[in-house]
């Protein structure tokens, strides 16, 4: 380094310290990228500048990575830390080829390897981004574009407290060198590909140019399917193609979101204050895996689980802050309210009406809108559900959105479409207590300024916020597999939609929303409310409570549901402690310690977060509750018992355990619950309950005996009562439950909801239990029902039989 640079390096620091606060993503980059800090590292920038290179310094010296200043030493030779991709732009040039001096330093580094076979350089791709602004249509400008001198001053003050550092995966050159050989048209070629990972780069985070909301509404107007529907409305309804076109354009109005970078900014440092005033932590898990779809040039789609209005914001906030863009957001037009409206719709909302049902021009103008977004490159979010789930489990996927995102495919999008399940999970749902009075027949509250404002006064300490990004599903690749010819109908004009098109939206609705689940993220709070729960009296000792959440520990680590999925790092005795300190639980102490119980409120609202990971312990639950009612099974016996009620719980939990894997998954359960003490395995795999640890083995077992009570009463009225229709059987069978419910104190509010009956429904026709014309299969139905008898308790089998002797004779 020259003493010249030096001098004007130290000169700008004092100020930079000032001006700039940068934010590294991912925050973590050593564990994440799996960078090795005893092999040599070299730093990549898009372009020459000391600005960015003393800006990167000061984040990689947080990091814990070397300093980019300290020169590397390779067989006795010294090599400079960083190398550019670009000159430096000036007032007077705009010059961006690759510098020599950079060129000459990946070649002779690349050369070394010849004569070191043990030798591994780690190029490591790092760009400062001065503001993540996106342009504007009307004004075309490069992603990968310099400052020159000027500019960079403009810069940094005006973006210096918005300066994003992102320290991509590592470029291997032993990788390079014994790939591609190590001359130097091969330093020349690393070079270029640097130019265009960067150039995507800053588009991942900056998002494409913007529209002018009416240069946008008139290119959808010259679309030829809503011209059409712009004159079969005016035929239909007998009016003037003009006033036709006056509706579409309010339908567009209504509809389009207003994006706008300044609303994100302020957004952001709204969020970030109400974040750290509610919440004491979030957590985020599995970012890079969507930071690299977006940097490798993907359509993006995320669909989030829905739990809470919470929800948008979240996603939002934690998306910018990982570096990527805000999604275009589909929105209920509920909440086309004064002033949240206006305010949402420039965070990238667009409203969508609860139903296009019969309304040909609204239903064509939102499909071309949202097509405009995919073709544009706008990554877009929606809630496959639909709505907020009201008992904490995920509902059955609306298909609409998802069918409407496979027909802009089929307009010939060039490039990958992939959508991303999100698991958003929280210790506090501030709308828990709406739902559970929704849920006894309150009518829903419209949402209004007067409910933002009852809401935001009751913020308070919620815990901790979880999103959990799932496996993405890249839609080519589902729709090569499923539909290996859908490129032949691929209509660049919108018309088509093929009759495949249905089955397959069904099949990937169930796929995404499993995937959500397979990202389920447990925590202090869904963890003791499942124990709880599952205690008669909603009580346990605080010893017991400690146990039973190290029992769910070991099977969650020991037994990993998915590899999408999150267990707390915390101990039990941890945990539970967080909990309490939550205020969710009545804690008295007698002589003998403390008592942890819920009171009747708690009780009902617990059930919502324990709801959030029942399908984490579905099959051991079940295994549980065949051992504690049975006390002694062979191994092969459990395995079948498990395999037939398997295809109800999966269509209910969404459960992802593939049929063939099931008998492995069973033993993997048995061998844990045997080494937590809980059974005992024979040398004829014989499984038995061991009587000194029978509340730990019971409490899991409870956790699933309601869905089994459920299941019960559905099997018992089939099998006395065959020619019951779809509708009828699912009327008798809530009926029976809510009296059950009554009569034993099940607080569940889903224990008796029209939807888990409809669910099992379906179940009962894919298992062949009832054929296409709803004919039953007697002895088939009659078998399973004595074996969900065998599982439940005398007392409540017996209220079972009395309803359903009473419900026959009505």
Same mark, same amino acid.
């Given at each position: ?118 030798? +591994? ?6 760009? &400062? ?82 529209? !002018? ?7 959808? %107007? ?62 985020? !898990? ?74 040909? $021009? ?57 959508? &991303? ?30 409910? &933002? ?22 839609? !080519? ?10 490129? +032949? ?28 689940? +397979? ?13 709880? $729960? ?40 941890? $945990? &539970? ?104 395995? +024979? ?14 083995? %019971? ?16 099997? !018992? ?94």
């Amino acid at each position: 380094m020259s003493s010249g640079q030096s001098l004007s390096r130290a000169l700008l620091k004092l100020p930079l310290s000032m001006l700039v606060k940068g934010t590294t993503i991912p925050s973590n980059p050593i564990d994440d990228h799996g960078i090795n800090l005893n092999k040599p590292i070299v730093y990549a920038l898009p372009y020459r500048s000391s600005v960015d290179l003393l800006t990167l310094q000061a984040q990689i010296a947080q990091l814990g990575l070397p300093d980019l200043f300290t020169p590397i030493e390779i067989n006795g030779k010294s090599f400079r830390r960083y190398v550019f991709i670009s000159s430096r732009q000036t007032v007077m040039s705009n010059d961006h080829n690759v510098p020599n001096d950079s060129i000459a330093l990946f070649s002779e580094l690349l050369e070394q390897h010849k004569f070191d076979s043990e030798l +591994d350089v780690q190029v490591i791709p790092t760009s &400062v981004l001065w503001g993540r602004k996106p342009g504007k249509e009307s004004r075309k400008t490069p992603y990968l574009q310099a400052f020159n001198g000027p500019e960079k001053a403009i810069a940094v003050i005006k973006y210096g407290r918005d300066c994003l550092v992102r320290i991509s995966p590592v470029v291997s050159l032993r990788y390079m060198a014994d790939s591609h050989g190590t001359d130097a048209s091969i330093a020349h070629k690393l070079a270029r590909v640097a130019r265009i990972h960067f150039s995507r780069q800053k588009l991942a985070a900056s998002g494409p140019n913007l529209p !002018n909301r009416q240069a946008l509404f008139n290119r959808l %107007m010259h679309s030829k399917a809503i011209i059409k529907a712009i004159e079969d409305t005016a035929k239909t309804k007998g009016i003037a193609e003009e006033k036709a076109r006056e509706e579409a354009q309010a339908i567009m109005d209504e509809v389009a979101a207003d994006f706008s970078y300044s609303m994100i900014k302020k957004g952001d440092r709204i969020l970030g204050w109400l974040w750290n005033r509610i919440y004491q932590g979030l957590n985020i !898990n599995n970012a890079s895996i969507v930071r690299k779809l977006a940097q490798d040039g993907h359509e993006i789609v995320y669909v989030p689980c829905h739990r809470s209005h919470m929800d948008y914001l979240l996603l939002s906030y934690v998306l910018y802050h990982e570096g990527m863009v805000p999604p275009h957001i589909a929105a209920g037009i509920n909440l086309n309210f004064f002033p949240a409206g206006p305010i949402f719709r420039r965070g990238g909302a667009f409203f969508i009406r609860r139903s296009f049902k019969g309304n040909k $021009l609204y239903s064509t103008i939102f499909r071309e809108y949202l097509a405009e977004l995919f073709s544009k490159g706008y990554s877009v979010e929606y809630f496959s559900e639909g709505g907020r789930s009201r008992t904490g489990r995920l509902l059955q996927a609306k298909t609409g959105m998802l069918a409407m995102t496979i027909q802009a495919m089929l307009r010939g999008l060039n490039r990958p479409v992939t959508l &991303v399940p999100v698991y958003i999970g929280y210790e506090h749902v501030m709308e828990v207590s709406t739902y559970a009075k929704e849920l006894k027949g309150k009518r829903k509250e419209k949402e209004n300024a007067g409910l &933002v404002l009852r809401t935001i006064r009751k913020l308070r300490n919620f815990g901790q916020g979880y999103v959990n990004f799932g496996e993405p599903i890249q839609l !080519n690749q589902y729709l090569n597999e499923q539909a290996p010819d859908w490129t +032949d109908d691929i209509d660049p004009m919108g018309n088509t939609k093929p009759q495949w098109i249905n089955p397959i939206v069904n099949e990937l609705a169930n796929k995404v929303m499993t995937n959500i689940n +397979d990202a389920a993220a447990t925590n202090a709070l869904t963890l003791c409310a499942t124990a709880l $729960l599952a205690s008669r009296q909603r009580a346990l000792s605080r010893d017991s409570l400690i146990r039973q959440v190290d029992c769910y520990l070991a099977l969650l680590k020991n037994v990993p549901y998915s590899s999408t999925f999150t267990v707390p790092k915390e101990t039990a005795e941890e $945990l &539970v402690r967080h909990a309490e300190s939550l205020d969710k639980f009545v804690i008295e102490t007698d002589s003998m310690g403390d008592v942890v119980s819920l009171d009747r409120h708690q009780s009902i609202l617990m059930t919502y977060y324990r709801n959030n990971i029942i399908h984490l312990f579905a099959i051991p639950s079940l295994i549980a509750q065949m051992l504690i009612s049975q006390q002694k099974l062979n191994l092969k016996k459990i395995k079948a018992n498990v395999a037939l009620l398997y295809p109800f719980l999966k269509q209910e939990l969404f459960l992802s355990i593939k049929d063939e894997q099931l008998d492995e998954i069973t033993e993997s359960y048995i061998e844990e619950i045997a080494r937590l003490g809980l059974v005992t395995v +024979d040398s004829r795999h014989n499984v038995a309950h061991r009587q000194d640890n029978i509340q730990t083995l %019971m409490l899991l077992g409870r956790t699933i005996t309601e869905t089994l009570q459920r299941y019960a009463i559905t099997l !018992n009225l089939l099998s006395i009562d065959s020619n019951l229709n779809k509708g009828e059987l699912e009327q008798k069978s809530q009926e029976i439950a809510q009296r059950l419910g009554r009569l034993h104190g099940i607080n569940a509010p889903e224990f008796f909801d029209k939807g888990v009956f409809s669910s099992m429904l379906t179940s009962l026709k894919q298992q062949a239990y009832i054929d296409n014309e709803g004919n039953c299969d007697q002895d088939k139905s009659r078998l399973l029902a004595e074996l969900l008898y065998s599982m439940l308790s005398p007392e409540v089998c017996l209220t079972i039989k009395e309803s359903i002797c009473q419900a026959s004779e009505e």
